[in-house]
């Protein structure tokens, strides 16, 4: 692990994270698929970064963050465990994307600390940024609104990553943590195997509902026995989602008419 990549890695949980471009990171690089494909691309691994991304995407498959909460971060969990998997498996092999991925899941935990600290700090410059609002200074406005919550926010998430990956990617560390894997390689190994699993079954129960349990029955039909393929079952998903949202709801249904398409019956009483 050199510098410079461990400093790009650090660069992606910021954006990740940063609102910079309409936030398009939190639908983008938050997720860690995409994360794990940066981080192999950077290291120079694509196919441990693709497999690792996946694992530990279906991880989080039931993740929502709801109101600001952040129960785990799946972001920092995707970057270094994707990281970590590259770095471990030459001596590991596939084993290192099971061990890899228990560490994940402790990873993401810690990332919530970070997280809960950042948002508590920065409710100080909230209050500097109505002050400034309050007093017509834009340029102050601006200064604790974007210029210092950016720079906070990328210390606490450029440099511990850096850190982090320079410390673990020494040659001496990296071989006490791979002695320390192998001499617990079957469970890291039986728990990175029942994580996805779990991420399946957060999922299942969210959409385990009469009124949506069906079109998983239909997608699996798809899949095992019509034999389509990922694109066309999502082309198929998306339409048929527009047609129940819009098409048997009455009220979103309105939503998509134009005032041209709005007839009135000349016979009915308005009086």
């Given at each position: 692990m050199t510098v410079f990549q461990a400093v790009l890695i650090g660069f992606v949980y910021y954006f990740a994270n940063s609102a910079w471009n309409a936030s398009m990171g939190l639908y983008t690089l938050y997720?860690?698929?995409?994360?794990?494909?940066?981080?192999?691309?950077?290291?120079?691994?694509?196919?441990?970064?693709?497999?690792?991304?996946?694992?530990?995407?279906?991880?989080?498959?039931?993740?929502?963050?709801?109101?600001?909460?952040?129960?785990?971060?799946?972001?920092?969990?995707?970057?270094?465990g994707t990281a970590l998997a590259i770095m471990l498996r030459p001596t590991l092999g596939d084993g290192a994307l099971d061990a890899a991925l228990s560490m994940a899941a402790a990873i993401g935990v810690l990332g919530t600390f970070v997280f809960i600290g950042r948002m508590t700090w920065n409710t100080i410059f909230i209050q500097k940024a109505v002050d400034a609002a309050h007093r017509?200074?834009?340029k102050a406005l601006f200064r604790w609104h974007v210029t210092i919550p950016q720079l906070v926010l990328a210390t606490v998430t450029v440099i511990p990553i850096t850190v982090f990956l320079l410390t673990v990617g020494n040659e001496n560390i990296l071989n006490q943590i791979n002695q320390a894997i192998q001499f617990a390689l079957?469970?890291?190994?039986?728990i990175g195997k029942?994580?996805?699993?779990?991420?399946?079954?957060?999922?299942l129960n969210a959409i385990g509902k009469r009124n949506t349990i069906p079109f998983f029955f239909i997608g699996f039909v798809l899949s095992q026995y019509l034999k389509l393929d990922i694109i066309a079952i999502t082309i198929l998903g998306v339409s048929v989602a527009?047609?129940?949202?819009?098409?048997f709801n009455p009220f979103n249904k309105m939503k998509m008419q134009t005032p041209e398409d709005i007839t009135v019956d000349q016979d009915d009483d308005w009086s």
């Open positions: 997720r860690p698929l995409l994360g794990g494909l940066i981080v192999g691309v950077i290291m120079g691994d694509i196919e441990t970064g693709l497999a690792m991304g996946l694992r530990i995407q279906f991880i989080f498959m039931g993740f929502m963050s709801t109101g600001g909460s952040m129960p785990s971060d799946s972001t920092l969990a995707g970057l270094l017509g200074d834009l079957i469970p890291l190994s039986v029942l994580l996805p699993t779990l991420g399946l079954a957060i999922t527009f047609l129940v949202y819009f098409g």
